[in-house]
C-alpha cells in the first residue's frame, strides 16, 4: 500500500494533471475548448513519455528562460568575487 505513494497519481495511463483540460471541456462544451483539451492532453502525454513530471518540466523551461540568474538570493548574499 505504502510504496506507490511516491509515483505520480495516473488515471489509467495519463497523469491526472492531464485530466484538467479534459474537465474544463467536459464543464464547458464547444469546439475551442475541446482542441485546447486535445492539446493539452497531447502535451502532458509527451511529457510523462519523457519520463518527466509536470513540475520539473515547468522548473525545466524557467531555468531556460532565467539562466544562471537566481532572482532569490538577496543582493547583499551573492558572491561577487567568487
Known amino acids: 500500500m505504502w510504496r506507490d505513494t511516491g509515483k505520480p497519481v495516473k488515471v489509467w495511463v495519463l497523469?491526472?494533471?492531464?485530466?484538467?483540460?479534459?474537465?474544463v471541456f467536459v464543464v464547458y462544451w464547444c469546439w475551442p475548448t475541446f482542441?485546447?483539451?486535445l492539446i493539452g492532453?497531447?502535451?502532458f502525454s509527451m511529457i510523462s513519455w519523457a519520463g518527466?513530471?509536470?513540475?520539473?518540466?515547468f522548473r525545466m523551461v524557467r531555468r531556460l528562460l532565467?539562466?544562471?540568474?537566481?532572482?532569490?538570493?538577496?543582493?547583499?548574499?551573492?558572491?561577487?568575487?567568487?
Request: charged content about 20%; proline content about 13%.
Open 15 to 23: 497523469d491526472a494533471r492531464a485530466c484538467l483540460p479534459v474537465l
Open 35 to 37: 482542441y485546447i483539451a
Open 41 to 43: 492532453v497531447i502535451f
Open 52 to 57: 518527466m513530471t509536470v513540475p520539473a518540466t
Open 66 to 82: 532565467v539562466g544562471p540568474f537566481r532572482p532569490a538570493v538577496p543582493a547583499w548574499k551573492r558572491r561577487r568575487f567568487a
